[in-house]
């Protein structure tokens, strides 16, 4: 499809810099496929039905964003950011560096250099593959627990680039850029629709007959890249690796045999879910890397509904809400949005997608 398709006018003003507090403060943006609804987050409760199930991503963000410089090659030792994306081994990550041009499989990187304590004053890897667009994987001198004591303590919060832009990362985002959720450590970026829930909502779901379940996809810094070429067909998905316990494929496949509604809590829940369904929708423990990549005329086999928040344009994530819930559907109630001053991206407002045929 052409990526032009997908393209919308967002004014500037719209990008939401923090998240709403409380956060189930947030608006939403039931869209149904005859009606749109402007209704508040806080309200899901009342909007969904006892019996329905929501599946939340428990993923929690790392501070994966590192800043050194290459060593040992020569009297210059230019600043290199390295952005990991996605844990390969013990020891190695897949990262994107910028500037990549400046680098070679065999350079030596080394981060931080500070005081911090832990025999972590800085910490150091190898450049073991360059790849395209200034993807390269590292082989760090430590690993397991030890290497991630020491990302911890070089690394920042990797904020998205439309809020990094605009204002460094602080305290707050600490906090604020990670789930009620949030326990399996190895995501750079949150699942956002996650940041909505509050205890209070969590508890009010659970007492109307909603129950929630939880599943693990680690959410890598490719979902901020920008789609470059001009057919959907040409794109390529990066890798995340996701979990499916045993226990939560039960509970999944019980609600939607007994009749009730899954509601994937964001799209990284979603695009778990659809690669580890069968055919009939059903779903058994999982464990692997996807790297599904979901466009109009895909038939989705998991879901009843999805809560998300509101997407880049031309991006691949409005490309699935589009697919979800229908291309002109999602244009018509973008510009709904738009129009009646919600907030958008990762700290923004939030849209409930319905399907134009339920099953």
């Known amino acids: 499809?052409?990526?032009?398709?997908?393209?919308?006018?967002?004014?500037?003003?719209?990008?939401?810099?923090?998240?709403?507090?409380?956060?189930?403060?947030?608006?939403?943006?039931?869209?149904?496929?005859?009606?749109?609804?402007?209704?508040?987050?806080?309200?899901?409760?009342?909007?969904?039905?006892?019996?329905?199930?929501?599946?939340?991503?428990?993923?929690?963000?790392?501070?994966?964003?590192?800043?050194?410089?290459?060593?040992?090659?020569?009297?210059?030792?230019?600043?290199?950011?390295?952005m990991l994306h996605m844990r390969v081994d013990s020891a190695t990550w897949k990262a994107f560096a910028k500037p990549a041009r400046k680098l070679e499989v065999g350079d030596r990187l080394q981060f931080g250099g500070g005081s911090n304590a832990c025999l972590l004053g800085h910490l150091e890897a190898t450049v073991a593959d360059k790849g395209e667009a200034g993807e390269i994987t590292l082989a760090f001198d430590l690993a397991g627990p030890d290497l991630d004591f020491a990302i911890a303590a070089q690394g920042t919060m990797p904020?998205?680039?439309?809020?990094?832009?605009?204002?460094?990362?602080?305290?707050?985002?600490?906090?604020?850029?990670?789930?009620?959720?949030?326990?399996?450590?190895?995501?750079?970026?949150?699942?956002?629709?996650?940041?909505?829930?509050?205890?209070?909502?969590?508890?009010?779901?659970?007492?109307?007959?909603?129950?929630?379940?939880?599943?693990?996809?680690?959410?890598?810094?490719?979902?901020?890249?920008?789609?470059?070429?001009?057919?959907?067909?040409?794109?390529?998905?990066?890798?995340?690796?996701?979990?499916?316990?045993?226990?939560?494929?039960?509970?999944?496949?019980?609600v939607r045999q007994g009749g009730g509604r899954v509601i994937a809590i964001g799209t990284t829940a979603l695009r778990l879910l659809e690669s580890a369904a069968a055919e009939d929708g059903t779903l058994s423990a999982w464990s692997d890397a996807t790297d599904i990549f979901i466009t109009p005329g895909y038939r989705f086999r998991s879901i009843d509904a999805l809560l998300t928040n509101f997407h880049l344009p031309r991006s691949t994530l409005f490309m699935l809400v589009s697919a979800f819930a229908g291309l002109e559907r999602m244009k018509s109630a973008y510009a709904h949005a738009i129009a009646g001053g919600y907030r958008f991206y990762s700290y923004g407002d939030a849209s409930l997608l319905f399907p134009e045929n339920p099953r």
């Open 1 to 82: 499809m052409d990526v032009s398709l997908f393209d919308f006018d967002l004014p500037e003003e719209r990008i939401a810099l923090r998240p709403a507090n409380p956060r189930d403060s947030a608006r939403l943006l039931v869209v149904e496929p005859d009606r749109l609804q402007d209704r508040i987050v806080s309200e899901l409760p009342d909007i969904l039905r006892p019996g329905d199930l929501l599946v939340a991503n428990n993923t929690r963000v790392i501070p994966a964003r590192l800043i050194g410089r290459r060593t040992g090659r020569g009297e210059t030792e230019p600043k290199i950011e390295a």
């Open 159 to 254: 904020l998205p680039p439309y809020i990094a832009g605009k204002r460094p990362p602080d305290e707050r985002d600490q906090s604020d850029y990670q789930t009620l959720f949030a326990r399996e450590e190895g995501a750079v970026a949150a699942p956002t629709a996650g940041l909505h829930f509050t205890p209070s909502l969590h508890e009010k779901l659970e007492v109307s007959g909603v129950s929630i379940c939880n599943i693990t996809l680690h959410v890598g810094a490719g979902t901020f890249l920008p789609v470059k070429v001009e057919d959907t067909k040409n794109h390529r998905m990066h890798a995340e690796r996701g979990y499916i316990s045993a226990e939560a494929a039960e509970q999944i496949n019980a």
